[in-house]
């Protein structure tokens, strides 16, 4: 969990700072415009990037980023519709489809969503194990990493692979869960292989935010788990040492930006700066 927390979290502040400096660039494309121009009164001129440049490409990644948040949604209202259709024992909801396919659904109440044909995949043992991964999905509220992740992953083209690297440390989480809990690694492992064996030869409908015991690298995730369990805080702690200066010097950049930009349009409007700053005198004739 100290991993999922530590590349979310630097993830989103990435991706903070590049939503800052994109949103800095679409005003001061703005600014070119004469209606949005004449809101600041400029008494000097205001030296912007072109409009026909800046304008578009915020307008794109606005329009993409909405777009893949309202398709993550109705996916999720699809889901959660198929499966309060369905005669749940407990929080187990059995889906008749010839996919094989389990995930863990968030929402309240927490869902466990595993098709019949997923069910006949697997043996008794497995299934117990599987049920196992999936409810410390909801338990670990794994969904909200990966939903920040792939907002971050859209925000910032960049972080595509901190998205695939938060999924496989979610997945890891819970496949460690699951193999404390029925008290056998190699069940677990086999388990694992058995059900992304079994789902690689179908296509899935479920939200790219839902996690499931059949994504991420599965050889990576079952040699983890026939070896012994150890306890690596220490790696861990090193890891974010490079993360978390990476993601504050983004974020400081980001706002060094735009602390840049307001300072030129008060220049802009002849407004005398903070200490430390020479203002520029407003033109003769001008009221003061």
Do not use: K
């Amino acid at each position: 969990m100290a991993a999922l927390w530590t590349l979310t979290v630097s993830a989103l502040l990435l991706a903070a700072g590049a939503v800052a400096a994109l949103g800095t660039l679409a005003l001061t494309g703005l600014l070119r415009i004469p209606a949005f121009a004449a809101l600041g009164e400029p008494v000097h001129p205001l030296h912007t990037p072109s409009v026909r440049l800046v304008l578009p490409l915020a307008a794109l990644a606005i329009g993409l980023l909405i777009r893949t948040v309202l398709r993550e949604a109705a996916g999720l209202r699809a889901a959660r519709s198929e499966a309060g259709r369905r005669p749940a024992a407990g929080d187990l909801c059995v889906v008749d489809s010839p996919r094989p396919d389990a995930y863990a659904l968030p929402g309240r109440p927490h869902r466990i969503v595993v098709t019949t044909a997923m069910l006949r995949s697997l043996h008794a043992r497995e299934r117990e194990a599987l049920f196992v991964h999936e409810r410390a999905h909801n338990a670990g509220g794994h969904h909200y990493f990966l939903a920040a992740a792939e907002l971050a992953a859209h925000c910032h083209p960049a972080l595509h692979p901190v998205r695939e690297a938060v999924r496989l440390a979610a997945e890891r989480a819970a496949d460690e869960a699951a193999a404390t809990a029925v008290g056998d690694r190699r069940l677990t492992a086999r388990a694992i292989a058995r059900a992304a064996l079994a789902a690689q030869e179908s296509d899935s409908s479920r939200p790219a935010m839902t996690p499931a015991a059949t994504t991420g690298p599965i050889p990576r995730r079952v040699a983890a788990r026939l070896s012994p369990a150890v306890r690596t805080p220490r790696a861990t702690s090193w890891t974010a040492v490079p993360l978390a200066p990476c993601a504050l010097l983004s974020c400081a950049t980001a706002v060094t930006g735009a602390l840049n930009v307001h300072q030129d349009i008060e220049v802009a409007q002849g407004r005398p700066l903070s200490s430390g700053h020479r203002s520029v005198p407003a033109p003769p004739g001008s009221s003061s």
